[in-house]
C-alpha cells in the first residue's frame, strides 16, 4: 500500500499564496490518477483537482485560474499551487491517489485563509 503524505498547509492572509505536496512512499506512475480534495467544516468532501497518469489536468469551477496542480514521477510526489487565496479556501486539503480497483488518502493538511 503507498502511502501518501500532505504538507505545506498553514495560515495565510486573503491574497496570499501556499503550495502544497503530496509525497508517496512508492511510485506514483502506476496510478491513473491524482487528485486533491477539500473539505471544510459542516461540508462534504469536494474535488478541487485531478491530474491524470498524462499530465492532463482538470479542475473546479472555484479554483480555476488560481490553482496548479503538477506532478513530478521522478519525486512520487504531486503538488498543488494555490494562488490569490479567499476564505472559502479554507479547508482541510487531502490528496487521493487512483487506479483501477484501489485508492488511497493522505491524512490531510489544514489550510486556512483569513479576511
Known amino acids: 500500500q503507498v502511502q501518501l503524505v500532505e504538507s505545506g498547509g498553514g495560515l495565510v492572509q486573503a491574497g496570499g499564496s501556499l503550495r502544497l505536496s503530496c509525497a508517496a512512499s512508492?511510485?506514483?506512475?502506476?496510478?491513473?490518477?491524482m487528485g486533491w480534495y477539500r473539505q471544510a467544516p459542516g461540508n462534504l468532501r469536494e474535488l478541487v483537482t485531478v491530474i491524470s497518469s498524462g499530465g492532463s489536468t482538470n479542475y473546479v469551477d472555484s479554483v480555476k485560474g488560481r490553482f496548479t496542480m503538477s506532478r513530478d514521477n521522478a519525486k512520487n510526489t504531486v503538488y498543488l499551487q494555490m494562488n490569490s487565496l479567499k476564505p472559502e479556501d479554507t479547508a482541510v486539503y487531502y490528496c487521493?491517489?487512483?487506479?483501477?480497483?484501489?485508492?488511497?488518502w493522505g491524512q490531510g493538511t489544514k489550510v486556512t485563509v483569513s479576511s
Open positions: 512508492g511510485s506514483i506512475s502506476s496510478f491513473n490518477a
Open positions: 487521493k491517489a487512483e487506479r483501477v480497483g484501489y485508492y488511497n
